[in-house]
């Protein structure tokens, strides 16, 4: 008992005087004039991710990403290899529509469905809950600002298929009256029927078509895929020094994402080429990851199997969602929101684990955001980082408008509001590399 004491005071004097020697490191002088960091080349790398399409796990989209990363990684002098994985399943979604009367609208199932052969093809009346048994039920659920599904959302559409419907239409009362959905596990189970998300904006229709018997049809053609192969890109700068700097980002969405992973992807480039163009005495190590919407799976084989160990890495840098998107402004009068020139700092988080959050948040001080620091900073993939023992970490994740819906789209970003970013995260960057 006296050894465990004895260690467990030298561990806390360690992380004290970690924290002490960071808080104290003096920001690099890294500048948006140089051309890794201009606001023009991180746009141009948003475009380009965005023209790949829908960024799903396993999807075209994706893989096309995928081997325009490791093409960028490599021409930045980075030594860059695959890290093939495979995840237990995913859905393939080829038809998804549904139609309320006179209307068809495009819909999308909430992962998982459940697992049979063939297309769904319904046609039935909307209905009450307590009279929706061989019917279609439809619930709405309250927008929570949140990424991922949780058990209240479980419960909730549990509880209405014990009555027994054909399927569930689903509406989730987001900011853009979209098609709306939330990350999920792998060891989620499959619904007892389909739940099919449809736009928010059509919650007054099923309201009243609920009362009314509205006519409902319902198209779905979907496809659960096993042993779903992908890889991470690991890209490596090594001057063969004892410390590591790691630097992360997701390229997979359940859409084309534009804005929730654009900007992220922009700046982990950025990172790379400003870091390839230096002399520190310190390695790098960039990974991008696949698998974030359907269970982190990227992340978790790159813990598992390619980190360095916690007392390896100087620091982690992380690039979540959202992290460049124009805020917007409702209108009182209930018309169009406006677009802000800049995002909503309620809506972006700045992350830093205890160790360096005192240097985290000066040099982002100017940065409209708000600050997760220390035990609240294990947003996204950075809990899974955080659980893994990494002490030094920090980096930004953030939500927007059209977050995690079909029109996130390119014009929801610009250069301007991506230069700023990348100079304050080089420069963090260049300061503990220095020391």
């Known amino acids: 008992m006296q050894i465990q004491r004895i260690r467990k005071m030298m561990s806390g004097l360690l992380a004290l005087c970690l924290g002490l020697t960071l808080g104290a490191v003096t920001p690099g002088i890294a500048s948006a004039q140089e051309p890794a960091l201009a606001g023009a080349t991180l746009f141009q790398d948003v475009k380009t991710y965005s023209d790949f399409g829908v960024h799903r796990y396993g999807s ?8 325009w990363i490791s093409k960028e990684l490599a021409a930045a002098g980075l030594k860059v290899e695959r890290q093939p994985l495979q995840m237990g399943r995913q859905l393939v979604v080829d038809k998804a529509r549904v139609s309320l009367g006179d209307q068809t609208v495009d819909a999308f199932p909430l992962w998982w469905p459940p697992e049979h052969e063939g297309p769904v093809v319904l046609d039935s009346v909307l209905k009450p809950d307590d009279d929706a048994a061989g019917a279609i039920a439809w619930l709405r659920l309250p927008y929570e600002r949140g990424a991922y599904l949780n058990a209240q959302h479980r419960q909730k559409i549990m509880e209405l298929a014990t009555h027994k419907p054909l399927a569930i239409l689903l ?3 987001n900011p853009a009256g979209s098609i709306f959905t939330y990350n999920v596990t792998q060891e989620d189970a499959p619904w007892p029927m389909p739940v099919i998300l ?3 904006r059509l919650a007054a229709d099923l309201e009243a078509g609920r009362k009314s018997g509205l006519k409902v049809g319902i198209e779905l053609a979907t496809r659960v895929e096993r042993e779903v192969a ?3 890109v690991i890209g490596r700068i090594d001057h063969g020094a004892d410390r590591t700097i790691v630097v992360s980002t997701p390229v997979s969405s359940w859409f084309t994402s534009s804005c929730e992973r654009g900007p992220g992807i922009a700046l982990f480039l950025a990172m790379a080429r400003h870091a390839a163009s230096r002399k520190d005495d310190v390695n790098y190590l960039f ?9 982190h799976g990227g992340m978790e084989a790159f813990l598992h199997a390619k980190a360095p160990p916690p007392e390896k890495v100087r620091a982690w840098l992380h690039f979540g969602a959202s992290l460049a998107c124009y805020g917007w402004k ?4 209930g018309g169009p929101p406006t677009r802000l020139s800049q995002p909503d700092p309620a809506l972006r988080v700045l992350l830093a684990s205890e160790s360096i959050q005192a240097l985290t948040a000066r040099v982002f001080a100017e940065i ?4 997760y620091l220390g035990a609240q900073s294990g947003v996204g993939e950075l809990r899974d980082v ?7 970490y920090f980096g930004m994740a953030g939500i927007h408008r059209y977050f995690h819906t079909p029109e996130d789209r390119l014009d929801l970003t610009g250069p301007e509001l991506l230069a700023p970013l990348a100079e304050k995260f080089a420069q963090e960057l260049d300061g503990l590399a220095a020391h």
């Open 60 to 67: 075209t989209g994706e893989q096309q990403a995928l081997a």
């Open 171 to 173: 509406t989730i009362a």
């Open 198 to 200: 449809v736009p928010a």
């Open 230 to 232: 992908s890889y991470n």
């Open 287 to 295: 990974v991008a990851t696949v698998g974030h919407e359907i269970g």
């Open 330 to 333: 409702k209108d009182a009068a």
């Open 368 to 371: 409209p955001a708000t600050p």
């Open 386 to 392: 955080r659980a893994a023992g990494y002490a030094n």
